[in-house]
């Protein structure tokens, strides 16, 4: 019989009870770089938006564009960094996310018994390989639920830190396309070739 509670030894209770700090203090750390990043390209895509509402029709649109769409990844970036700040507020309740995630342990042992089904020698026994079958292609989405249940944590476990590396990749080359263009937009508007 299983209970709501994962069964988790002491010393990896412990463990993990040391982990959740200093994932949290990661996280204060990288706050002001953070906020540093994510504000950047604020400035430069403020003024070309400023600009382009002046140019001719097609430079105008272009710019507006531009603008708009690195105003987006600047939003989406700030908002995944808030998300992550409040992840780690509570050190206490990261650390029991931190040791549910042990129920992962659970979860293979379910995988191994629906392949031994899927993989048995012997007898027809189609129900039980449509059912082991059936466990296997459901797997991957009984892990992504487990880690989804895990509301502090999941920020830091695949797919989403993916997603956050991708995002710092991105807020990265607005800060620089923006500065760029802004070099360009501001002469070129200067001298009337926008």
């Keep these: 019989m299983q209970t709501s509670e994962p069964v988790v030894d002491p010393s990896l209770r412990e463990q993990f009870a040391q982990l959740a700090p200093v994932l949290a203090l990661a996280v ?17 895509l403020v003024v070309l938006t400023w600009l ?11 710019g507006l564009v531009v603008a708009a769409l690195g105003g ?3 939003v989406f970036f700030l ?3 808030a998300r992550y700040l409040r992840a780690t507020q509570d050190v206490g309740a990261l650390a029991e996310d931190l040791v549910a995630l042990t129920d992962l342990a659970d979860l293979d042992a379910d995988l191994g018994e629906a392949l031994r089904s899927v993989i048995a020698r ?7 390989r449509i059912r082991g079958f059936w466990k296997l292609v459901s797997f991957p989405s009984r892990i992504d639920d487990h880690v989804d249940s895990l509301q502090r944590l ?22 620089v396309v923006s500065w760029t263009l ?3 937009a501001v002469p070129g ?4 070739l926008l």
């Design 189 to 192: 508007s200067l001298l009337g």
């Design 52 to 62: 382009a509402s002046g140019w001719d029709s097609p430079a105008r649109q272009i």
């Design 154 to 175: 999941r920020w830091f476990l695949p797919p989403l830190i993916g997603t956050t590396v991708t995002l710092v990749h991105l807020q990265i080359a607005v800060a």
């Design 182 to 184: 802004l070099g360009i």
């Design 79 to 81: 908002v995944r960094r």
């Design 28 to 44: 204060r750390v990288l706050r002001l770089p953070s906020l540093l990043l994510g504000l950047l390209p604020v400035l430069p």
């Design 72 to 74: 987006a990844a600047v």
């Design 122 to 128: 012997g007898g027809l026994r189609v129900m039980s």
